[in-house]
């Protein structure tokens, strides 16, 4: 069964930080690439960051580059986000994915605020 986790999510003052993980299991893990979502409240759903299978390749949205990086432990089934200077608007559910998984996990919940 295919599963992605995603955790490490909270309440930060705006210029803060926060790695959020994604751990999947119950598919070739190392064979995919997986994407990191958003959502925020009476938005759509909306790409961050993509990284390859091998984490070479790597690519951001143009509102998180340069704040957000997103790598992967293929040993540990993980992908990370990290993410600096963190605004306001960077408040949302955040997902992580494969390109071919219709299922959606609970996400994890960042918002930023003073």
């Known amino acids: 069964q295919v599963q992605l986790v995603e955790s490490g999510g909270g309440l930060v003052h705006p210029g803060g930080s926060l790695r959020l993980s994604c751990a999947a299991s119950?598919?070739?893990?190392?064979?995919?690439?997986i994407y990191w979502y958003r959502q925020a409240p009476g938005k759509e759903r909306e790409l961050v960051a993509p990284?390859?299978?091998?984490?070479?390749?790597?690519n951001y949205a143009d509102s998180v580059k340069g704040r957000f990086t997103i790598s992967r432990d293929n040993a540990l089934n993980t992908v990370y986000l990290q993410m600096s200077r963190l605004k306001p608007e960077d408040t949302a559910v955040y997902y992580c994915?494969?390109?071919?998984?219709?299922?959606w996990g609970q996400g994890t919940q960042v918002t930023v605020s003073s």
């Open positions: 119950g598919f070739a893990f190392s064979s995919n690439a």
């Open positions: 994915n494969t390109a071919w998984n219709d299922n």
């Open positions: 990284i390859s299978s091998a984490g070479a390749g790597t």
